[in-house]
């Protein structure tokens, strides 16, 4: 491969497994992560780069010599709400930054993470499909859909070469994730190895498209892999691993930990998680590029259990 990746908000829950998938596939001389963040005792090429300030994006591009770009770089649905013309700054400007760095830079290829949260109340909630109309009632729903417009857009102006996954909510026990609407089938985890009570901010009944973190990045790699081509949909590819509500995962991690104690005290996010769908149709990701999910939810829980355990010194 010729030039480097970047890769844009690499301290969030994808980018910091992500960083290490690419430097493991190119190498670490070949990957350079940035975030608005610094990172710490790194063994990465790191850059602190605010996407919002294009001139810092297209120095690290140029400094670089970049040729592909996996923009992470975010403000998700949960802490979006608490400052709307924020989160749209960053997400949406964010990428147009990113978007008119690679129409100038002639950047190879884009990765662009778009969401569930773009399906709104007149989506489907069984099979969401492909083509749904999207009225997301989220500012993240809004700035994400906007998004992949704008990634259709230059797509078809410019000729850019740009890849986009509607990721569900992630399970990853590499980081806890903060601002997220399905954090809770995250930080459940971390609560029943403390064998700490957890009190669950959306109702026991609510029942969400996830993914295992694994599945997530390998559908990342895969995307990026296959010739344009088989990228038919220039907007955003669905893709499901499995749906389960908070009820469903927790008998299966008391499987592992029979005391774990759990609480139901819903708060604005059960809002955020009623308007998204409840199962999604990823055939046309299975049809134009083979994707299929590898784990379920039995696996997914063993794997965070024993990840969580070892990332925390617990026996
Ligand atoms: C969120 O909950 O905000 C994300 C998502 C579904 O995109 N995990």
Redesign the pocket.
């Known amino acids: 491969m010729s030039g480097r990746i970047l890769i844009t908000g690499a301290n969030g829950?994808l980018g910091t497994v992500l960083s290490h998938e690419l430097t493991k596939k190119h190498g670490i001389e070949k990957v350079v992560v940035s975030d608005i963040n610094p990172q710490t005792n790194t063994p990465f090429i790191f850059e602190k780069v605010n996407v919002c300030e294009s001139c810092e994006l297209n120095a690290v591009i140029v400094k670089y010599q970049i040729t592909q770009i996996y923009h992470l770089a975010a403000i998700?649905?949960?802490d979006?709400e608490s400052d709307p013309l924020r989160s749209w700054k960053v997400n949406v400007e964010g990428w147009l930054n990113v978007l008119e760095a690679a129409r100038k830079h002639n950047i190879q290829k884009l990765f662009f993470p778009s969401?569930?949260?773009v399906f709104g109340p007149l989506s489907a909630k069984v099979d969401t499909p492909n083509n749904s109309f999207l009225d997301p009632l989220t500012v993240?729903g809004v700035s994400?859909s906007a998004c992949e417009l704008w990634s259709n857009y230059y797509a078809m102006k410019y000729g850019l070469d740009i890849r986009s996954i509607r990721?569900?909510?992630?399970m990853s026990y590499q980081s806890i994730?903060e601002?997220?609407?399905?954090?809770y089938a995250v930080e459940m985890f971390y609560y029943a190895i403390k064998e700490k009570p957890y009190i669950c901010y959306l109702e026991k009944n609510t029942r969400?498209p996830m993914i295992y973190i694994d599945d997530a990045i390998r559908a990342t790699l895969e995307i990026m892999d296959v010739p344009i081509e088989k990228i038919n949909v220039k907007s955003s590819y669905n893709i499901s691993g499995l749906s389960f509500d908070p009820e469903m995962i927790t008998a299966e991690l008391r499987a592992h930990i029979p005391n774990f104690q759990i609480r139901y005290q819903p708060d604005f996010r059960q809002q955020?998680?009623a308007q998204?769908p409840i199962s999604i149709d990823d055939s046309q990701a299975r049809k134009d590029w083979g994707w299929k999910p590898k784990y379920c939810l039995d696996e997914i829980v063993a794997l965070m259990i024993e990840g969580f355990r070892s990332a925390f010194n617990e026996k």
């Open positions: 829950q998700l649905s949960a979006g969401t569930i949260g993240y994400k990721y569900p909510g992630v994730p601002g997220v609407t399905t954090d969400l955020i998680a998204w």
